[in-house]
């Protein structure tokens, strides 16, 4: 069974989608989804642990020998992402049952979870599979059910804001496959680790820099870096609370994997950063989203547009740590991708409980909730501090490393801006304190939020200050990969 962990880790949730529906009943469709997403995320330890231990496990399916056969190929970079998107998933979950009820038609329940089992597997195959074409496959898995997903929210805005995303991501897809075609026509294999060898001979010809341009552009469109952001926003606002809180921690930081899968595993090191000048070009982009989420999110005044447009800013910390193109930068990209999840999916996950509770999420509505919800206000205030990057949480670390990185190349300017774009987090973390803590409560009360939200919202805030304080084993993994992808890197 050991050896079938990398296929078994897509098939299980793969299979139990059809049989949720089967199900057919809200309750005992959850209780399988959780415990199918649980099963996902025993697979994800046992293969981190694996790989750590052993090196790279390569699988082929059917037998059939890579590069003829398909390959799902795991090393620390998959088994850190495969570890992310299945513990999230399942303490997501924890919370489904209550906020669903609220924010989605109730015959639509069970549709729902079988929903989320898919896009949960294509998330998983994307990140597990080692061939090109497969990539593109799992990800119109994942993309055609979070469109589904999206306009599941009971507002009319929902069905818009998966429409946006549906055109959006509809180009970003086609782009992937036309880059992956161009690929296939100068090389003849769709295997990863074979386009990897068989590149180099090419690399200089017109059709392979027009695959390296749609492959980047596809991707960039996937992982909304600015600016090619312009659907994230709606999706995050108007989709139900608890599909916003898997996808803040895992959509995009799934395609921010393949950015740095296809740069730097199949198109290599060289010749993304040194033949194509993408170092200078991602530096300005990163730099420049940042300033422009921030000063947006500011001027805010729904919460979760607010923390929608945190989170492209957010992408831009990535993208800059991936642009420095050093085992240092590389280090903190991966290691805010760890920990960037960890924040959003708190705070989101939190927002369901205030949506839960008050109907809506917008600022005014926040007014006194500090003292009517003190353990729910409370965990989106450890998460603000985690945005902003103060000590003791998981994003002082990944700011710590990023600006190692830059200091380490002598890019202090770079420096000072990414600690200025920081105190613009504060400016917009405060606005929903000062409404929250400092403003009288009006209307009825309300209560604190069920022990249903509470207790996987506050797992996911102790983890935040956890890994803040012990960074053994993210900083460990998050090296390892690096220094793994630089070692392979051409």
Not at 366 to 388: D, K, N, Y
Request: charged fraction near 10%; hydrophobic fraction near 55%; glycine fraction near 8%.
């Amino acid at each position: 069974m050991i050896a079938h962990l990398p296929i078994l880790q897509v098939v299980i949730p793969l299979m139990a989608a059809p049989i949720c529906l089967i199900l057919n009943r809200s309750k005992l469709a959850w209780l399988f989804a959780l415990i199918v997403s649980g099963v996902s995320c025993l697979v994800s330890i046992l293969l981190l642990q694996q790989v750590m231990t052993t090196g790279v496990i390569s699988y082929e399916l059917g037998g059939w020998q890579a590069p003829w056969g398909i390959e799902y190929r795991i090393d620390e970079l998959n088994a850190l992402m495969l570890l992310i998107i299945s513990a999230i998933s399942t303490i997501v979950l924890f919370a489904a049952p209550k906020s669903i009820d609220k924010e989605i038609v109730k015959g639509k329940h069970t549709y729902f979870y079988v929903l989320y089992l898919l896009s949960l597997t294509g998330m998983l195959g994307i990140v597990a599979t080692g061939d090109a074409f497969n990539v593109f496959v799992f990800l119109e898995i994942t993309s055609l059910s979070a469109y589904a997903l999206i306009a599941m929210g009971k507002k009319k805005q929902a069905v818009w804001a998966s429409f946006q995303y549906l055109v959006m991501g509809t180009i970003g897809a086609t782009f992937i496959l036309i880059g992956i075609g161009l690929m296939y026509q100068m090389t003849g294999t769709l295997n990863m680790q074979d386009l990897s060898q068989r590149l180099p001979e090419v690399a200089q010809t017109r059709t392979v820099f027009t695959a390296f341009a749609f492959v980047i552009v596809g991707v960039c469109l996937k992982l909304a870096m600015f600016p090619l952001h312009l659907w994230l926003p709606n999706a995050y606002a108007y989709a139900p609370s608890i599909v916003t809180s898997f996808f803040s921690a895992t959509s995009t930081k799934v395609a921010i994997y393949l950015l740095i899968r296809f740069t730097f595993s199949v198109f290599g090191l060289s010749f993304s950063f040194t033949t194509v000048p993408l170092q200078t070009l991602f530096m300005t982009l990163g730099l420049v989203g940042i300033f422009v989420a921030s000063i947006s999110a500011i001027y805010q005044h729904n919460i979760k547009h607010l923390f929608a447009y945190s989170s492209i800013a957010q992408i831009g910390y990535m993208i800059v740590g991936f642009s420095i193109s050093s085992v240092a930068g590389l280090t903190a990209t991966l290691l805010h991708l760890f920990n960037h999840a960890l924040m959003k999916s708190a705070i989101f996950l939190a927002l369901a409980a205030v949506a839960y509770r008050v109907g809506n999420v917008r600022l005014d509505s926040l007014r006194g909730l500090g003292r009517q919800m003190p353990l729910t206000m409370a965990a989106i205030v450890i998460g603000g501090l985690s945005l902003i990057g103060v000590p003791l949480t998981v994003g002082f670390v990944s700011k710590w490393y990023l600006l190692s990185a830059l200091i380490e190349q002598g890019w202090w300017p770079v420096a000072v801006l990414i600690l200025l774009g920081s105190m613009l987090a504060v400016i917009y973390v405060w606005k929903v304190v000062e409404v929250a803590y400092f403003k009288e409560p009006v209307g009825t009360p309300v209560k604190e939020a069920p022990i249903g939200f509470l207790i996987p919202i506050w797992i996911l805030v102790l983890a935040n200050v956890y890994f803040g304080i012990d960074t053994r084993f993210s900083v460990q993994v998050a090296q390892a990969a690096a220094e793994s992808l630089f070692g392979g890197a051409l």
